[in-house]
């Protein structure tokens, strides 16, 4: 049975309506005599609980009757026995029935909630209902309208809000939500069927509930249209024996969204009985796109779970959950409800301890969907949590125009290296897990295609696994340039790709290079120099080979050092066995790492006296440029030609010639000269020593800047 929100505040109540027998069926209206009996005591309920507390007297001389047709009184007809001097009665010669218990006082008494009890008689049975009675009580207030929700009439300077007229407050003894009201039989005018205690608010507002009994009542308005009454929907009331309790009934016609945060048990998302509110936990709403909403639209739950929300205008919400007590939300992960002017749904929020599903995808040779000795898992492959239940995983959506997130992406994750899989912290709720079943294969288990199920709050669900067949690709190296390389220089190789499995493959397949300072290939560790990516689908039936020719160069970057090489053959498909996937090691090979070392000289030193150089004319300089590296230098070229004060480059030199660069190669310890004719500057500058500065340009830089720089011994005049 799903429990309200109200749950809580009427346990006490329930439970004092338990221990008398009390049931929500209808007794019978035609006494039936047999052997059965009802027994028990009438006493004088002082604190209004419902049970006989030491120093609560019995009643002696009360009469109490079976009320068979419902009337409230007693009528000719109905069973009675009065009670003795210790409040005891017995009303024997009962069939099997349900009956309504009452008591008449004698005494200016009145019996206590519910005013009745319904008593189960078996044949032959005796039942026990004990009548708790006391001196009368009332409950009176008034009913207000109440702007901002929160249950107290404002009246004073700043706010008076109005008294409400003509609505009927009435005491829920069946907590059915609704008022039940007398039924009068239409041609005698007699009352068929007592009603629920109710009174009308007057003109200003005010309603007086009188002739109560001692007990816990349920205090509700029919609110009129439009309007509901404040969360969470009725007042609980304990009133004792001839108590006096004044109560107020506030109505808005606000939309509210209440209800309880509670630990979904099972994860079916529904609160069954049993399941307990979860306190201080943060109850907040977005938009229905799932966006932040700004303002006071959150509510932490009480101590028994339940929250209100209040001042809500009509829209669609989501009403989700942030725990502190370790919880997660059911999945989705929020509840959407949608509200009108006025409306105050109950919207119990479940949540739970995070559970987990992990199982392997795994290659099934025998095709038997068990993973038997010698089937492989299978890495990198894609399994996922199909939510919305399309059969596809589903990409993140977002709003066009906001760049909100509309639905996020659905869980995803991909097999280790022994092909397992897991999903944690996942939310109590219904599931279904997929795998995605690559190209040029076939799905054996599970013969659904996924796993359906309800994860229960902290349920750990293993061996969801997924089994199939697939073509088996395996590569060889048929020739390899190993000779001792530098790093940036391309080396070449030829490898064979061979289909040896026993399904035809169609698909990209491709190679990859990778160079390891071990002769075991650890893919996180080692560097990939190379390979040829499946830019077009081949087809390979089973035994069929494919030449690739593979260039690849060590990174410029690369430590010297000595490596193996391994070549990995690359699919978008799975593999039936990852070991035949890696041909190797070869080698090792010696790598240096490449440097280039451009020196420059003159080739012909200034004459011993000072050079002058007139208007118009020019200073003829030739340099020899030597690569000293260890690799080609195939950058743009360039020199710079300085006037400095002294034979050295000082930081205050001025550049009085610097032609264009250009492109040239200069092999390894290959040298170049170069003519240079250097305009005059201007008579200004006087003497100077002219210093040339050259350039390579290439990306790889230079090992030794120290080199490339001439500098001449004799001065030069500018006049």
């Given amino acids: 049975m799903r429990r309200s929100v109200l749950a809580s505040s009427v346990r006490t109540v329930v439970e004092a309506l338990e221990s008398r027998k009390l049931l929500s069926v209808s007794p019978a209206a035609v006494f039936t005599p047999g052997t059965g009996s009802i027994s028990g005591v009438v006493f004088n309920d002082i604190n209004g609980n419902g049970v006989r507390d030491a120093g609560e007297n019995a009643a002696a001389n009360e009469t109490v009757f079976l009320d068979l047709n419902l009337d409230g009184s007693l009528d000719a007809g109905d069973p009675t026995a009065t009670t003795d001097a210790t409040g005891a009665y017995t009303i024997a010669g009962l069939g099997a029935g349900t009956y309504r218990v009452r008591v008449q006082s004698s005494q200016g008494l009145v019996q206590g909630a519910p005013e ?25 207030g008034t009913v207000f309208y109440d702007q901002n929700q929160d249950g107290i009439r404002q009246n004073d300077v700043t706010t008076i809000e109005p008294l409400l007229a003509g609505d009927t407050v009435y005491v829920d003894l069946n907590h059915n939500g609704k008022f039940d009201a007398p039924v009068v039989d239409p041609f005698t005018g007699i009352t068929t069927t007592a009603g629920e205690p109710s009174a009308i608010s007057n003109n200003i507002g005010a309603y007086s509930l009188t002739d109560l009994g001692p007990g816990t009542y349920q205090l509700r308005v029919v609110p009129r249209n439009g309007f509901h009454q404040n969360p969470p929907g009725f007042f609980s009331l304990t009133v004792a024996n001839g108590q006096v309790v004044t109560q107020d009934l506030g109505e808005n016609n606000f939309a509210v969204i209440s209800g309880e945060v509670f630990n979904d048990a099972n994860g079916n998302g529904v609160l069954d009985a049993g399941e307990g509110g979860v306190g201080r936990e943060f109850v907040f709403l977005t938009a229905s796109d799932g966006s932040f909403l700004p303002g006071n639209a959150f509510a932490f739950s009480d101590s028994n779970g339940n929250y209100s929300i209040t001042e809500l205008t009509p829209g669609t919400y989501r009403v989700e959950v942030q725990s502190s007590a370790g919880f997660v939300q059911d999945n989705p992960g929020y509840v959407l409800v949608t509200i009108g002017q006025g409306d105050a749904p109950v919207v119990n929020v479940p949540e739970g301890l995070p559970s987990s599903v992990s199982g392997t995808v795994f290659n099934d040779a025998n095709h038997n969907g068990v993973q038997d000795g010698g089937e492989l898992g299978l890495s990198n492959q894609t399994v996922f949590l199909d939510l919305n239940g399309n059969g596809v995983p589903d990409a993140e959506v977002d709003d066009p ?36 079943v690559p190209p040029n294969s076939t799905q054996i288990a599970p013969a659904a295609g996924s796993y359906t199920f309800t994860l229960a709050p902290g349920t750990n669900l293993a061996n969801q696994n997924f089994s199939i067949v697939t073509p088996d690709l395996m590569v060889r190296v048929l020739s390899a340039e190993l ?49 040829i ?43 039936a066995n990852p070991s035949n996937d890696v041909a190797g090691p070869l080698g090792p090979v010696s790598v240096a790492q490449a440097f280039i070392d451009l020196a420059i000289a003159y080739q012909n030193q200034p004459p011993a006296d000072p050079f002058f150089v007139g208007p118009n004319q020019a200073v003829a300089v030739n340099v020899v440029v030597n690569n000293l590296g260890n690799v080609p230098s195939n950058g743009l070229l360039s020199f710079t030609v300085y006037a400095s ?29 170069f003519h240079l004719i250097v305009p005059n500057p201007g008579p200004t500058i006087g003497t100077k020593f002219l210093i040339v500065v050259v350039d390579s340009g290439d990306p790889l830089g230079e090992y030794n800047l120290g080199n490339n720089v001439a500098t001449p011994t004799n001065p030069t005049v500018f006049r």
């Avoid at 044949?123 to 001196?135: I, L, W």
């Avoid at 698909?507 to 996180?524: C, F, I, N, W």
């Fill in 116 to 140: 009745s009890l319904d008593v189960v008689v078996v044949a032959a049975t005796a039942s026990t209902a004990n009548v708790p009675e006391g001196v009368p009580s009332s409950v009176s």
């Fill in 401 to 436: 125009n906001t760049g909100a997130v509309i639905t996020p992406a659905e869980p995803t994750t991909t097999t280790d290296a022994n092909g397992g899989y897991s999903f944690t912290n996942l939310a109590p709720g219904h599931y279904i897990v997929r795998f995605v």
């Fill in 483 to 531: 000779q001792p390389v530098k790093t940036g220089v391309i080396r070449h190789m030829q490898v064979a790709v061979t289909n040896v499995g026993s399904l035809p493959f169609t698909g990209q397949a491709g190679v990859t290079l990778y160079a390891s300072t071990t002769p075991t290939l650890d893919e996180k560790t080692a560097s990939i120099i190379g390979g």
């Fill in 533 to 575: 990516p499946g830019r077009s689908p081949i087809t390979l039936k089973p035994g069929q080979s494919k030449r690739l020719k593979i260039q690849y160069a060590f990174p410029l970057t690369q430590p010297s050092a000595s490596y193996f090489i391994f070549a990995k053959v690359v699919t978008a498909t799975s593999d």
């Fill in 645 to 673: 004060d002294t034979p050295n480059l000082e930081p205050g030199a001025q550049v009085i010639y610097h032609p264009a660069p250009k492109k040239m190669s200069l092999k390894p310890h290959k040298a170049k000269a």
